[in-house]
Nanobody, 124 residues
Framework: QVQLVESGGGLVQAGDSLRLSCLAS????????MGWFRQAQGKDRDFVAA????????YYRDPLRGRFTISKDNARNTVYLQMNNLKPEDTAVYYC?????????????????WGQGTQVTVSS
C-alpha cells in the first residue's frame, strides 16, 4: 500500500504562484509514476501532469505546459507541482496519485493510489 498526502493549497490571486507537495509513504518502491489531477466543481477530474518515479520523464496536459512544472525529490518521497501565473480557471481540488505500472500516465483509471486532495482557489 502507498499513502499520499497533499499540501500547499490555498487562496491566491490571479497571477500568483503556488507550489503543491505530495508526500508518499508505505511501499513506495512499487511506484512507477506519480501524477497530479484536478477537479473543478461540477466538472470531471482532469489530468494535470505526471512524472516517472525512477526516471525523469514528465508529462503535461498541453494547455498547462509552461505554467505548471512537476518535479520530485526521491530522497524525501515527495512530488511537487509548481503553478505559476495562476488563473481563476485553475480553481479546483488538486489530487496526487500514484501508479504501479504505466505507460498511460494521463489516464486516471490507471492510477492505484490517491491522496485526499487539496483545494486551490484563484480569485480574479
Amino acid at each position: 500500500q502507498v499513502q499520499l498526502v497533499e499540501s500547499g493549497g490555498g487562496l491566491v490571486q490571479a497571477g500568483d504562484s503556488l507550489r503543491l507537495s505530495c508526500l508518499a509513504s508505505g511501499f513506495t518502491s512499487s511506484i512507477d509514476a506519480m501524477g497530479w489531477f484536478r477537479q473543478a466543481q461540477g466538472k470531471d477530474r482532469d489530468f494535470v501532469a505526471a512524472i516517472t518515479w525512477r526516471g525523469r520523464a514528465t508529462y503535461y496536459r498541453d494547455p498547462l505546459r509552461g505554467r505548471f512544472t512537476i518535479s520530485k525529490d526521491n530522497a524525501r518521497n515527495t512530488v511537487y507541482l509548481q503553478m505559476n501565473n495562476l488563473k481563476p480557471e485553475d480553481t479546483a481540488v488538486y489530487y496526487c496519485a500514484a501508479v504501479r505500472r504505466g505507460p498511460y500516465y494521463d489516464d486516471q483509471n490507471e492510477y492505484d493510489y490517491w491522496g485526499q486532495g487539496t483545494q486551490v482557489t484563484v480569485s480574479s
